[in-house]
Nanobody, 126 residues
């Protein structure tokens, strides 16, 4: 059973930056595509960013393109979401997710991931 633990969420002012981290117990880490999702207050969970198992492909929601960057560190089995130029609409609980994939280029953008973290709160003040 894989475990994912997010960290890095906090209160930040609009225009600021945060880096969210996701520690994975999935092994080997390179077998898994990783996704970041978020759930704003009173709304459903939505896809934010995804990366394929070998980091060859990435995909971003239109609302975060050019501001957020997803990455993986294979040595430490970590996934990251660098978030720049934050705005209040980015306020949400952020979740990382992992899915074992055969394809080396697949980025999973739906919520059909098998493994999920507990979430980390990001609050952006105006």
């Amino acid at each position: 059973q894989a475990q994912l633990v997010e960290s890095g969420g906090r209160l930040v002012q609009a225009g600021g930056s945060l880096r969210l981290s996701c520690k994975a117990s999935t092994s080997p880490f390179s077998d898994y595509a990783i996704g970041w999702f978020r759930q704003p207050p009173g709304k459903g969970r939505e896809f934010v960013a995804g990366i394929s198992r070998y980091s060859s492909k990435t995909n971003y929601a239109d609302s975060v393109k050019g501001r957020f960057t997803i990455s993986k560190d294979y040595n430490d089995r970590m996934a990251y979401l660098q978030m720049n130029d934050l705005n209040p609409e980015d306020t949400a609980v952020y979740y990382c997710a992992a899915e074992r994939t055969q394809s080396t280029d697949l980025v999973v953008t739906s919520d059909r991931y098998s493994y999920w973290g507990q979430g980390t709160q990001v609050t952006v003040s105006s």
